[in-house]
């Protein structure tokens, strides 16, 4: 499968579930002096998780240029990129269901993002199941260990206990991108042993301090290396052998 294919598979998947499509923003952040450049899909939406209305909805969904330095120490072998691309989907405001099946354009949460994020990786990329694994957060730094996501990975979408890895704060936690903002535990997708897929459920507010608190209303947002997905399913031993 090339690029474009998969793009426009995803974007796709998404628009049936409910999302607006939005385009890329600038590399350069219009709101967020803390940092030089754009560095993930939820980026330029940091406003709509904390409550601002986005025009397009409460579901989006985008394909988000990236520019990271944070792990330039790993740029170079065959995973890490310092411009890459990002799939992404995301809900903000208040979750009418978290049913997978309610394709409507209202706030969702884990289990929705959880089950599409199995679905479009083991039904529409065709990834066999055995070559998926996945993650999520075991609690710390006084954070609880997220026993929904273990729940739905493993009696909701079925996956066997050897594929459900628990993960520190340091992997299953993410953000802010700055220093305050939405943040929350995370729950990811491996395929053949590479972290493809990221999928975040901001459920606090990280202050200057360090310190958490809840948000109103939780939102998801999730992140899939779209160079690593190509990488994967093409068989090609690094991202910097794709089209
Ligand atoms: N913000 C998360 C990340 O960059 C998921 O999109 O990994």
Redesign the pocket.
Same mark, same amino acid.
């Given at each position: 499968m090339k690029a474009l294919e998969i793009r426009q598979k995803y974007l796709e998947f998404f628009k049936e579930r409910g999302h607006v499509i939005i385009p890329s923003a600038s590399l350069v952040p219009e709101n967020d002096p803390s940092v030089l450049f754009t560095t993930?899909? *939820?980026h330029p939406l940091v406003p709509f998780l904390l409550g601002e209305k986005h025009p397009a909805g409460n579901r989006l969904t985008s394909v988000q240029k990236c520019i990271r330095t944070g792990d330039i120490d790993e740029v170079g072998d065959a995973t890490h990129l310092t411009f890459f691309e *990002?799939l992404?989907n995301f809900s903000f405001g208040p979750i009418s269901s978290d049913d997978p099946k309610d394709f409507g354009n209202e706030g969702y949460f884990k289990r929705s993002a959880m089950h599409w994020g199995y679905e479009f990786i083991k039904d529409e990329l065709g990834v066999a199941p055995e070559r998926i694994s996945v993650t999520f957060f075991k609690g710390e730094n006084g954070v609880p260990r997220d026993e929904e996501a273990h729940r739905i990975w493993t009696e909701e979408i079925g996956l066997p206990a050897d594929k459900v890895i628990e993960g520190n704060f340091e992997d299953n936690f993410?953000?802010p991108t700055g220093s305050e903002g939405p943040c929350g535990p995370t729950a990811e997708i491996y395929v053949d042993g590479i972290e493809v897929w990221?999928l975040?459920f901001n459920e606090y507010y990280r202050h200057k301090d360090g310190k958490l608190t809840p948000l109103e209303n939780p939102g998801v947002?999730?992140?899939a290396g779209f160079e690593r997905i190509l990488a994967t399913l093409n068989g090609y031993k690094s991202v910097y052998e794709t089209d």
């Open positions: 993930a899909g *939820m *990002m992404g993410w953000g990221n975040v947002d999730t992140g």
